[in-house]
């Protein structure tokens, strides 16, 4: 079955740096358009970023410059460099695939951005 494992989230103070890892299987992941989501305390999920399948990569307009999307076929993972974080970057992050007609969900790594 389709399986996503987010992993890297941790406490970082204002200006700090993460790497997001979304560790995948169950599917073809060469295939397939791999997306970050990010959903903050009461507020509602937001895309963040996503490669697709063809190479193409979309990084949502706030965070441009300080996060980068990238992915390992061979690995079957897509990671999430994230520099000069912000406390508005706090957030559970999430890895998204959507596949043979349904949408998958990882459990989430939590950012926190606070000094």
């Known amino acids: 079955q389709v399986q996503l494992v987010e992993s890297g989230g941790d406490f970082v103070e204002p200006g700090g740096s993460l790497r997001l890892s979304c560790a995948t299987s169950g599917f073809t992941f060469s295939a397939n358009t791999i997306s970050w989501y990010r959903q903050a305390p009461g507020k509602q999920r937001e895309l963040v970023a996503l490669h697709s399948h063809t190479g193409g990569t979309y990084v949502k307009d706030s965070v441009k410059g300080r996060f980068s999307i990238s992915r390992d076929n061979a690995k079957n993972t897509v990671n999430l460099q994230m520099s000069s974080l912000e406390p508005e970057d706090t957030a559970m992050y999430y890895c998204?695939?959507?596949?043979?007609?349904?949408?998958?969900w990882g459990q989430g790594t939590q950012v926190t951005v606070s000094s």
């Open positions: 998204n695939v959507f596949v043979d007609g349904s949408n998958y």
